[in-house]
């Protein structure tokens, strides 16, 4: 079992950008590889980015490629996403999701560990 804390979320302005954490404890957090997510109101839950367990391989929906940075601290159990340039549909709920999988997956059911997300509002 994994517990995943999200913060960072907020309100910013389009074009601007902000910096999600997510924080891990219960498990060793080297051993999972993880996923950003998000929903928007309406919509259903997407995939964003995800990372392997090493960090060295790295994942996006093409939406956010150039735009967003996933990355992770194995030593502070933590996995990051960095959102540059940001657009009015980027407005959703964010999760960080972990799985055990070996292999990253863009699949939101191959993710077992949930966090509970965090707002993040892009204003025009």
């Known amino acids: 079992q994994v517990q995943l804390v999200e913060s960072g979320g907020g309100l910013v302005q389009a074009g601007g950008s902000l910096r999600l954490s997510c924080a891990a404890s219960?498990?060793?957090?080297?051993?999972?590889?993880m996923g950003w997510f998000r929903q928007a109101p309406g919509k259903e839950r997407e995939f964003v980015a995800t990372?392997?367990?090493?960090?060295?391989?790295?994942d996006y929906t093409e939406s956010v490629k150039g735009r967003f940075t996933i990355s992770r601290d194995n030593a502070k159990n933590t996995v990051y996403l960095q959102m540059n340039t940001l657009k009015p549909e980027d407005t959703a709920v964010y999760y960080c999701?972990?799985?055990?999988?070996?292999?990253?997956?863009?699949?939101?059911?191959?993710?077992?560990?949930w966090g509970q997300g965090t707002q993040v509002t892009v204003s025009p």
């Open positions: 999701a972990a799985t055990g999988l070996i292999i990253h997956s863009r699949r939101s059911d191959r993710y077992p560990y």
């Open positions: 219960g498990r060793t957090f080297s051993n999972y590889v």
């Open positions: 990372i392997s367990r090493s960090g060295g391989n790295t």
